[in-house]
């Protein structure tokens, strides 16, 4: 009897390597104690309806806006069934319960042992899964027989592919968005760049120097999931991650709260961001585009700045605004110098080198640099990224063929003539005097280059109707944002103090340490002007 009942405790085959396999992604402690909060004592399993309050948003307490001008209103139907589809796509049996092996399972089946591409099939089955279940019409169709190897048809339209990207920013900041306050606004990011690059990447539209809005792409476009799937893992890789981190955090959410509770109460943020200021070249939009081309601290970084609800985290990132700073090198200089950490460079132009500031026309290129800017008249940096930001998104990564990514160049404080002076501005890529990116000492003037003069940067254009020759464009705004974290800030801070001590003794004169009327400065102007031919000691 009893070597009967020690054989019957013993796990099966599946479920030893079911833990085995959550113990490889370091899951598998929070997995048991999450277990035990959902699971009934009795029955040893989860009831299905468990799963879905933990795996909801939570949408009655959230006013979620749109961005203006939006071309859909249909998003806000989607959010309540989220936690649903997600947890029959996962963990639906035949019972409505869900043992330990099968938890084990559904978990693992998303957030072990993925491919890019797997991650990316199973985004599209729960926004296909959440659209219907809301009653509204998606273009994806799947062959169930083969749904975990890939197969899926069909096309996106211009709702569809905004709505599906709102869809995952939802469930990427699902931890912060369960602490936001009751009853207050959050304005959803403003995500047009991404759909219009992928319509413009996969030759549904022209060309960009036409399209400057959605607008612009009419509302019949649609893009085939095939071509979509080669946009996203070659932009927008942090995409396929999603739904598997959506799923990690509410995991590890039910782990540490209390039986069956998943949401916490607690209101980390609150108020209203809807009309929060969002006129930063760096929008919440952009830093979440961003953020899904970077991984680790990186991203998890530009993540939290792209949520509208860490308003004044954001606003601690940023260092140097020429709008508010001032302009010109020495200005910018002057501000981000010590700084060693990742940086966020930004800056738009007009399409021409005027006065024109008419926004329909301006666009936004970045530059993101992982170890800071120094004072140099040679390329440096040992890795760096080129973004065209705005109007169309496109991440142009290092070649690995050379290595001029930055140069930063201010004019020596004695101004000592140089025969041969080096160019005095910022640049980005190609070589020196023919850079791939080249602002002026004013920073009023920026060159952008064919990519065929760089081979630091992958090819690709930065602004829209760029040609083979140099397009000079006057500069409308820059932007440096700070991504090193509280220790690269601290030290930045330390540094500057220390500077500006530095300025303040050495404009400070001490007559006390002249010893006498014929030792002090004013002795010696006097005499140079009484009598500037006289020969003194000092010439002889």
């Known amino acids: 009897m009893g070597s009967a009942a020690s054989t019957d405790r013993r796990p099966s085959a599946e479920q030893q390597e079911q833990e085995s396999l959550a113990a490889s992604t370091g899951s598998l402690t929070f997995l048991k ?167 413009l990447a996969c030759s549904e539209v022209g060309g960009d120097e036409s399209v400057w809005g959605l607008d612009g792409l009419g509302e019949r476009k649609s893009v085939a999931v095939q071509k979509l799937n080669g946009w996203i893992l070659a932009t927008l890789p942090g995409l396929a991650s999603c739904f598997s981190q959506f799923l990690r955090e509410n995991i590890k959410s039910v782990a540490v709260s209390a039986k069956g509770s998943m949401k916490s109460n607690q209101s980390g943020c609150s108020g209203s961001s809807t009309n929060c200021n969002d006129s930063f070249l760096l929008t919440f939009g952009r830093a979440w585009a961003i953020s899904l081309t970077e991984k680790g601290t990186l991203g998890e970084e530009l993540s939290a700045v792209s949520f509208p609800g860490l308003l004044d985290h954001k606003l601690n990132n940023l260092l140097y605004r020429s709008s508010t700073h001032g302009k010109g090198l020495s200005r910018f200089w002057s501000i981000v110098e010590g700084y060693h950490g990742p940086l966020l460079f930004l800056f738009s132009g007009n399409l021409a080198y005027s006065s024109d500031d008419k926004s329909s026309t301006r666009w936004v290129v970045g530059v993101l640099t992982e170890h800071g800017f120094q004072n140099s008249d040679m390329f440096y940096g040992t890795s760096a990224h080129l973004y065209a930001i705005s109007p169309v998104f496109r991440v142009l990564s290092p070649t690995g063929k050379e290595k001029n990514f930055l140069y930063s160049h201010l004019h020596p404080a004695g101004r000592v003539y140089e025969a041969n002076p080096k160019p005095v501005g910022l640049a980005f890529g190609g070589t020196r005097g023919n850079e791939r990116i080249f602002i002026d000492e004013d920073f009023s003037k920026v060159v952008i280059r064919h990519h065929a003069v760089d081979k630091t940067y992958q090819h690709g254009s930065l602004i829209p109707n760029q040609g083979y020759l140099p397009v000079e464009a006057s500069l409308v705004e820059a932007e440096v944002w700070g991504f090193g974290g509280s220790s690269a800030k601290e030290q930045h801070d330390t540094f500057k103090k220390r500077e500006k001590l530095f300025t303040e003794q050495r404009r400070k004169v001490d007559l006390k340490t002249f010893g006498s009327w014929e030792d002090s400065p004013e002795k010696m102007m006097m005499d140079m002007v009484s009598d500037p031919n006289r020969v003194r000691r000092e010439d002889r």
């Open 33 to 199: 104690s999450a277990f035990a909060n959902l699971s009934d004592p009795q029955s040893q399993s989860i009831p299905l309806s468990s799963l879905y309050q933990s795996l909801s948003i939570p949408s009655v307490t959230l006013n979620l806006t749109l961005p203006s001008p939006h071309p859909t209103s249909n998003f806000s139907l989607l959010l309540p069934h989220l936690g649903a589809a997600a947890a029959d796509f996962l963990f639906a049996t035949v019972n409505d319960t869900t043992d330990w092996t099968a938890f084990l399972r559904g978990f693992n089946r998303c957030c072990a042992r993925m491919s890019a591409s797997s991650s990316l099939i199973t985004l599209y089955r729960i926004f296909s899964d959440v659209c219907r279940r809301a009653g509204i019409t998606c273009g994806l169709e799947f062959d169930l027989e083969d749904a975990d190897d890939g197969k899926v048809r069909g096309t996106f339209g211009l709702n569809d592919m905004l709505m599906f990207l709102w869809l995952c920013w939802v469930m990427e900041q699902s931890s912060r968005l369960s602490m936001w306050g009751k009853g207050g606004e959050l304005a959803l990011p403003d995500l047009n760049h991404l759909v219009l690059s992928a319509f």
